[in-house]
């Protein structure tokens, strides 16, 4: 596993920035769920955004989720994250294919159409936090940009990409969020506003063979660029049978009648990882004497 997020500011502390490359992550995704070339597009991106964000979390502890639901044929998609980069998701409907856009390109936004973006952040307290903001593009990184401007009030630059070999998995996949600080100069945002209008694409730099350093670098050139951190980010799906049977058992005691009464074993299977997870129904009965 070569993927890897770096953090740190840059331009005299004006903006802080987060880079990931995360090919691996994002093969894995396509290779779990067997996504077609615009769902591995979509999930990649998305996928992407959660490592990136992961990063930005304050504790140990702290737990991130992104879903879109939306009108379109890819049904929705769901990422989560943690603090340490530790990545999975999955979308509705894997299969989806539809004609490339009119620059050629798997047209992710034709997938999503119309949704809504939420933004889960469980940082430990009663409730966990949620900003949610219509999709305004469905291309995902703008409607992160978006999130960003009006839940969390941030002017927010972010680029996400993934791009395929012509087998269809994934050649390269990486992405970046800056982040303007409130104190920032206007000869600081002129520049950033520019270099970002002129910045071609996050693939085609990787494909290129530049490090996500080397392309904040060169974003900021001329500027001083420090980085505070660089943190591995794979996919890890925590799943277990342990976790299913709590869920089972917090079904209750009437519902677990009901599969005991079917007298057949119950399977089921992570929307994550697609690992599947089996019950008999001695071990159903077990349950049904312990539930409450
Ligand atoms: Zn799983």
Not at 30 to 40: C, M
Not at 124 to 152: H, M, N, R, W
């Amino acid at each position: 596993m070569s993927d890897y997020i770096i953090r740190g500011m840059a331009a005299n502390n004006q903006v802080r920035f987060f880079a990931a490359t995360t090919r691996d992550i994002v093969e894995t995704a396509r290779s779990i769920s067997n996504t077609s070339p615009v769902a591995t597009a979509a999930l990649g991106r998305l996928l992407t955004a959660g490592a990136l964000m992961g990063a930005q979390c304050k504790n140990d502890s702290d737990m991130l989720t992104l879903q879109i639901q939306c009108s379109g044929p890819i049904g929705g998609l769901t990422v989560t994250a943690d603090a340490h980069c530790n990545v999975k998701g999955y979308v509705n409907n894997p299969d989806v294919i539809i004609p490339a856009n009119d620059k050629g390109k798997l047209d992710v936004a034709k997938a999503l159409d119309l949704g809504v973006l939420s933004v889960i952040k469980d940082i430990g307290l009663k409730e966990p936090y949620c900003g949610q903001t219509q999709l305004v593009s469905g291309e995902i990184a703008e409607d992160l940009t978006y999130y960003f401007a009006t839940s969390e009030q941030i002017p927010t630059s972010v680029a996400l990409g993934v791009l395929m070999n012509r087998d269809n998995t994934v050649k390269q996949a990486g992405g970046f969020i800056i982040q303007l600080m409130p104190f920032a100069s206007d000869e600081v945002i002129d520049m950033l506003e520019k270099r970002l209008g002129e910045f071609t694409s996050i693939t085609s730099c990787l494909d290129k063979g530049q490090t996500p350093l080397d392309i904040v670098k060169e974003i900021f050139d001329g500027y001083d660029v420090e980085v505070t951190d660089e943190i591995p980010a794979k996919w890890h799906c925590n799943c277990s049978k342990e976790r299913y049977y709590r869920g089972v058992m917090s079904l209750g005691r009437k519902e677990i009648a009901a599969m005991v009464a079917e007298d057949k074993p119950i399977e089921v299977c992570c929307s994550f990882c697609k690992s599947k997870y089996s019950f008999s129904v001695d071990e159903l009965k077990e349950m049904l004497a312990k539930a409450k």
